[in-house]
């Protein structure tokens, strides 16, 4: 079979995007990827030259290509400044690999990296909220807890944004969880660019937001990046596995359904933030983060917990 040709340059092509027919040779699709997280950036305004950027990196293909790519971004203003910070949320084996990945991905990049730990933070490990019977999945807790980590960390630094390495598939994924979950509002405090109004969480950014997961693993692998691949072993009984299933199969059979939900999102969330009742936000009687409650979603889980 005769090999197809890069729509850009006379080389062999490696890779080619159903949903729109293009096929790229390696160096052109690294190029289209890097051009696709510039525009995303530029089109949400989402950094400034003098910005102070907290990139969460956990040793991932999403986080280090992340990393790696807000580098190269930060290398064109003097004045900005990366921080890699890493949360340690105490998965013995599992986390302690990732650590090590990102340390050595840190040291090669000269990029200065911080860590956190639940241990430290909360008291408690996510092994030992998994040996617990809570009504929940370890992963319910422990997406609460490293949003709150991470934004612990970012403080401690100093930063002025937190990067996250959501990608495409992250995010049409949550649009259906907060669906499914019955709390569409939810997507209204979400998307490329999440602010705080009053101030008391870093905005967060999502440069990836509109790169494909499979075009992160092929970015990340063509550029000989060394992250973990194997799955956290507490994700199996999340209903997040069960929706990337279920849309990755869609997207096989029909290509751009990703971005089409994407899309709907994007519209989705203009239409609701006009209407969407905004929360009275007060401070958490424990640890003074916003919430609509007397206590915030994390502090209410240590309580149950402790209980």
């Known amino acids: 079979m005769e090999k197809a040709q890069c729509r850009y340059c006379p080389a062999d092509a490696i ?3 159903g949903h729109e027919g293009a096929s790229f040779c390696s160096k052109c699709f690294r190029k289209a990827v890097e051009e696709r997280v510039r525009r995303t950036v530029t089109e949400n305004d989402m950094l400034k030259f003098n910005d102070h950027i907290a990139v969460a990196v956990s040793g991932g293909k999403d986080s280090l290509t992340l990393l790696n790519l807000l580098v190269k971004m930060e290398n064109r203003f003097p004045r ?4 890699a910070v890493s ?3 105490g998965i013995r084996g599992y986390r302690d690999e990732a650590l090590d990945i990102a340390r050595k991905a840190c040291e090669k990049l000269c990029v200065e990296q911080f860590v956190v730990s639940y241990h430290d933070l909360f008291g408690i490990t996510t092994d030992e909220i998994a040996g617990m019977h809570l009504g929940q999945t370890p992963c319910s807790h422990c997406g609460v807890f490293r949003r709150k980590a991470i934004n612990r960390a970012a403080q401690m ?10 990608n495409l598939d992250d995010e049409v994924q949550t649009v259906l969880l907060n669906m499914l979950h019955g709390d569409p509002w939810r997507i209204v405090r979400s998307g490329p660019v999440l602010h705080d109004p009053r101030g008391k969480f870093l905005t967060r950014i999502k440069p990836l937001c509109d790169i494909p997961e499979k075009e992160v693993v092929l970015y990340a692998y063509l550029n000989g990046f060394d992250f973990q691949s194997i799955t956290c072993p507490h994700g199996n009984a ?4 069960d929706i990337r299933n279920f849309l990755n199969q869609l997207d096989q059979k029909h290509p751009g359904s990703k971005f089409t939900l994407q899309r709907t999102a994007e519209r989705l969330r203009e239409l609701l933030s006009r209407t969407a009742p905004v929360a009275e936000l007060n401070e958490c009687a424990k640890c003074g983060d916003p919430t609509p409650h007397q206590l915030c979603e994390a502090c209410m889980m240590l309580d149950a917990i402790a209980a």
Request: hydrophobic share 40%; charged share 25%; net charge positive.
């Open 15 to 17: 890779y080619t995007r």
């Open 80 to 83: 900005s400044k990366i921080t």
């Open 157 to 166: 630094v100093g930063a002025t944004k937190i990067a996250t390495a959501h």
């Open 238 to 241: 999340a209903l997040r596995n």
């Open 87 to 89: 949360v340690d949320e």
